[in-house]
């Protein structure tokens, strides 16, 4: 099913049972600008119209102050209500709704200031007021808000191990995109790459049939931290595949029988730091459960492939001391 492969370490679990699709209120910005959208959710809606949704996680709170609310966003839930699904601002006001859900205490209105795609997960803002929903959009259209993904590939680097990706972003076929030449408004990426060396694994069998390895996971050889100073659709995504280093499990932009044999697209936004009208806000969230997913055991290989790349690369010092703390 869809919901096959969410990440097993979130704070709970919850079951979906005969949902009703929230009414958004709609933005007047630009929908293909991720940055400049604000959706909010009205309280006191029903919801009993979506279908039957198994094992959906609860997300892990990350920080909360009286202006937001920070967010572990899992994987495979989208910004936007399918006519099926809810999507991630409809499942946080569910939550809420609910008393046995110690996890969201604030019941009050939430607003959304940028996206992540259905497959990224990772660190999602929440403003808790339209004061704060607009400054903080503000603050990601000007560039003021430091925000950094990590993925993982099965590639290895061949064109450069870092650099800059820059271009237009236009739409492709089937809802994907694609770079240009031009820079009119150009999509920009910084990247870097590290190898993951080789993983400790338990219980995979390399010597199995060609109908076998259809089932059977495929291990990362290189990680790519992401520093994106712009916010287009499907950028990180796109850049990855520009350089030849798609991301694990991206059945869109990536090999499809890799996508097949992985529990997930390996995209993960890792880090944050803005300063809101004198509150500093500085979350550091590794992908914690991403060893567990290739059959690991207490392999810290990921962990310290990221660390490496931050402490080589990452440039701002408020997330290199909360990183430093953490570890």
Known sequence: TKNEGLLKDYSGRHHLNNLQLYETEKSSHPENDIQNEISSLDNGIRFDNFLEIDDYPIPKILYESDNLIAIDKPPHIAHHDSETEPGILSYVRYLQSQSITNSFSYKG?????????????????????????????QKFRDKDVTKYYVALTSKKPKKKKQGWVKGDMITSRRGSWKLTNTRNNPAI??????????????????????????????????????????????QLRVAA??????????????????????????????CLNVNLDGEEITIWNPPCDWFESF????????EEALIRLMNKHCENEKILLEMNKSN
């Open 109 to 137: 209105r939430i607003h959304g200031v940028h996206r992540l795609d259905c497959i990224t997960s990772g660190i999602l803002l929440l403003a808790k007021n339209q004061e704060t929903a607009s400054l903080l959009s």
């Open 189 to 234: 990426t910084r990247f870097f790459t590290a190898g993951v060396g080789n993983l400790n694994t338990i219980g995979i069998d390399q010597t199995k049939t060609d109908e076998d390895l259809l089932s059977s996971v495929i291990l990362p050889k290189t990680m790519i931290l992401f520093q994106p100073l712009s916010g287009k659709t499907h």
């Open 241 to 270: 595949k520009s350089v030849g280093l798609s991301i694990l499990g991206d059945k869109r932009y990536g090999d499809a029988i890799e996508a097949q044999r992985s529990k997930r697209t390996y995209l993960h936004a890792c």
């Open 295 to 302: 059959g690991c055991e207490n392999d810290p290989t990921i």
